[in-house]
């Protein structure tokens, strides 16, 4: 089993990134160690080679220069998502 690192879970509330929730942006506040987060086929396909923060941003770096352009992306793409429910 293979671990992807995931910032922010030090903290001591955060934010529902669902934008499909109800509960409206910019989300409501999620009290550390309540909520639940999300990983699609797609993120964990995207992360399998790039564990740690650092590894995924790189290789979003590169898959912009590659692209001779930037990449706009929505919560849940390249990242889990924190959902209140």
Same mark, same amino acid.
């Given at each position: =089993?293979? &671990?992807? #690192?995931?910032?922010?879970?030090? *903290? #001591? ?7 499909? *929730? +109800?509960?409206? /942006? +910019?989300?409501?506040? !999620? $009290?550390?160690?309540?909520? &639940?987060? &999300? /990983?699609?086929? #797609? /993120? ?15 290789? /979003?770096?590169? =898959? @912009?220069? #590659? =692209?001779?352009? @930037? !990449?706009?992306? @929505? +919560?849940?793409?390249?990242? $889990?998502?924190? =959902? *209140?429910?």
């Amino acid at each position: =089993m293979k &671990y992807m #690192e995931i910032s922010g879970n030090d *903290c #001591e509330a955060a934010t529902c990134s669902d934008n499909d *929730c +109800p509960c409206g /942006v +910019p989300g409501t506040t !999620i $009290p550390r160690g309540k909520g &639940y987060v &999300y /990983v699609s086929k #797609e /993120v964990a396909a995207f992360r399998a080679d790039a564990l740690t923060e650092a590894e995924a941003e790189a290789k /979003v770096k590169a =898959m @912009s220069s #590659e =692209m001779g352009g @930037s !990449i706009l992306f @929505s +919560p849940g793409v390249f990242s $889990p998502i924190l =959902m *209140c429910e």
